[in-house]
Every structure is written in C-alpha cells, then in structure tokens.
C-alpha cells in the first residue's frame, strides 16, 4: 500500500512540475492557488 501511495505522489509531483515550466510559471501557479483559497473563504 505505501508503494502504490508512493509511486502516486510522485507521478502527481511530475505532472504538476512538469505543467511550470519555468519559475515564473511556479509563481503565476502560487498566486492562482492563494487566490482561489481567498475566493473559498
């Protein structure tokens, strides 16, 4: 079971690194997240 939750995450992990393709890309990910938890507050 670790295993399977492993290998989960870290596919998880590549395809969200992989979709930031620079660190302005991180940056522009961040913001969007801080302001979609704004918005559900």
């Not at 989960?8 to 990910?29: M, P, Y």
């Amino acid at each position: 079971m670790i295993r399977i939750a492993t290998a989960t995450l870290l596919l998880l992990a590549t395809l969200v690194l992989s979709g930031c393709e620079t660190i302005k890309g991180v940056g522009r990910d961040i913001t969007g997240a801080g302001n979609a938890i704004d918005r559900a507050i």
